[in-house]
């Protein structure tokens, strides 16, 4: 079974720094398209990073010059290193891949189970 398996979050003070790690297991070959989206209460979630297989970024207007997305092929796995974090930031994180080719065809549209980032003012 394929799965998302993030790691990295807790509480940090306004100006400090995160990393979160996510690796996609299970038979995996490889995975198109990983991305960080996240979720305050009761708003909507939305997208933080994204990166292709090939090293191309996208980045929400919020987090430009703060957060930096990268990606180990070999290993399946997305990070978001998060920089200068502000109390806006405090979020659920989840991580996203559009496709993901394993050894039972090819799975579409998988999360992750969320990892809480808390930033203190």
């Known amino acids: 079974q394929v799965q998302l398996v993030e790691s990295g979050g807790g509480l940090v003070q306004a100006g400090g720094s995160l990393r979160l790690s996510c690796a996609a297991s299970?038979?995996?070959?490889?995975?198109?398209?990983m991305g960080w989206y996240r979720q305050a209460p009761g708003k909507q979630r939305d997208l933080v990073a994204s990166?292709?297989?090939?090293?191309?970024?996208n980045y929400a207007d919020s987090v430009k010059g703060r957060f930096t997305v990268s990606r180990d092929n070999a290993k399946n796995t997305v990070y978001l290193q998060m920089n200068s974090l502000k109390p806006e930031d405090t979020a659920v994180y989840y991580c996203?891949?559009?496709?993901?080719?394993?050894?039972?065809?090819?799975?579409?549209?998988?999360w992750g189970q969320g990892t809480q980032v808390t930033v203190s003012s």
């Open positions: 990166i292709t297989r090939d090293g191309d970024t």
């Open positions: 299970g038979s995996v070959f490889d995975v198109d398209v």
């Open positions: 996203n891949a559009d496709r993901i080719r394993t050894a039972g065809g090819y799975k579409y549209l998988k």
